[in-house]
């Protein structure tokens, strides 16, 4: 059974950082590119970044570019997703997806960011 069980969400002021993690079960990890998809409050999900299987490529959203950086441990079958510089509007549920090209077919339940003062 694929398991996808997202951590390290909670409350952090403007500025500040966080780092989201994803551990991953139930599928070879390192054989596929993951992603991280959020929510904010009221509207639609919003791909935030991608890193291929071995972690070599990655790629992100705008909004996010120079702030976040995605990376992996294939040994630990673990995603990672560092925030820096975080700001009000990246107050969201975070989500970790399976890339199965061209669908995301499996998905945690999320984590809670939220920036505010």
């Known amino acids: 059974e694929v398991q996808l069980v997202e951590s390290g969400g909670g409350l952090v002021q403007p500025g500040g950082s966080l780092r989201l993690s994803c551990a991953a079960s139930?599928?070879?990890?390192?054989?596929?590119?993951m992603s991280w998809v959020r929510q904010a409050p009221g509207k639609g999900l919003e791909w935030v970044s991608v890193?291929?299987?071995?972690?070599?490529?990655?790629s992100y959203a705008d909004s996010v570019k120079g702030r976040f950086t995605v990376s992996r441990d294939n040994a630990k079958n673990t995603l990672y997703l560092q925030m820096n510089s975080l700001k009000p509007e990246d107050t969201a549920v975070y989500y970790c997806?399976?890339?199965?090209?061209?669908?995301?077919?499996?998905w945690g339940q999320g984590t809670q960011v939220t920036v505010s003062s």
């Open positions: 890193i291929n299987s071995g972690g070599g490529g990655t």
């Open positions: 139930g599928f070879t990890f390192s054989s596929y590119a």
């Open positions: 997806a399976k890339r199965a090209t061209p669908v995301y077919d499996y």
